[in-house]
Each structure stands twice: as structure tokens, then as C-alpha cells.
């Protein structure tokens, strides 16, 4: 498995932004397809966005598409959401996870990170 560590989590108006930092540690990163997911009070878990091993491919639930950016630095470990026009329904604690494959899916993802809450005020 590999540890993973959000941050960049906070409180943030409507309409603003914030960029999600996910840093690994143990297996090869290169070698993962990564994902954001998102959990809000009383909902499952729910899949944001994922990007393959090398950046080329990138997948975007349709609630995000447009507004959130996944992206990878293979050489820094580490795997970024940066998300605009946030709205108050995108209020949830973030996870990131990490898998062989990319996939929307909850359970194709063997390691998670503890999650970042992120908080949008209308």
C-alpha cells in the first residue's frame, strides 16, 4: 500500500477557490492512477475525479467538470485538486486514494488518505 496525506482543506466563500494537495509515500507513485473522492454529512462517499499513472488521462464526475482540476507531480509525490467557483453543495471532507487503474469507483482504490475538510459558505 501506499500512505497518502491531503492538505489545503479550509473555509471558503462561494465562488472562490482552493487547491487540495494529496502527498505520498511508500509504493512507486509513478506507478498509480489517483482519485479524489468526497463524503458529506449523510451521503456515501462520492467520486470527484481521477487521473491515470502519467497525467494523460484525466476523469471528472459531472458535478465538477469545468470548475476542478486534477493534476500529478510524479517527481514531488504528489497529486492536486484545484477547484473554482466553489459551491456550498461542494462542501464534504476530500479524500484521495490511490489504485492500479483509474476508476470512479469507491472500492477499485486500496489506499486512502485521512481527508481534508473543505467547508463553502453561501
Known amino acids: 500500500q501506499v500512505q497518502l496525506v491531503e492538505s489545503g482543506g479550509g473555509l471558503v466563500q462561494a465562488g472562490g477557490s482552493l487547491r487540495l494537495s494529496c502527498a505520498a509515500s511508500?509504493?512507486?507513485?509513478?506507478?498509480?492512477?489517483m482519485g479524489w473522492f468526497r463524503q458529506a454529512p449523510g451521503k456515501e462517499r462520492e467520486f470527484v475525479a481521477a487521473i491515470s499513472w502519467s497525467g494523460g488521462n484525466t476523469y471528472y464526475a459531472d458535478s465538477v467538470k469545468g470548475r476542478f482540476t486534477i493534476s500529478r507531480d510524479n517527481t514531488k509525490n504528489t497529486v492536486y485538486l484545484q477547484m473554482n467557483r466553489l459551491k456550498p453543495e461542494d462542501t464534504a471532507v476530500y479524500y484521495c486514494a490511490a489504485t492500479k487503474r483509474a476508476t470512479r469507483v469507491v472500492t477499485g482504490y486500496d489506499s486512502w488518505g485521512p481527508g481534508t475538510q473543505v467547508t463553502v459558505s453561501s
Open positions: 511508500g509504493r512507486t507513485f509513478s506507478r498509480d492512477a
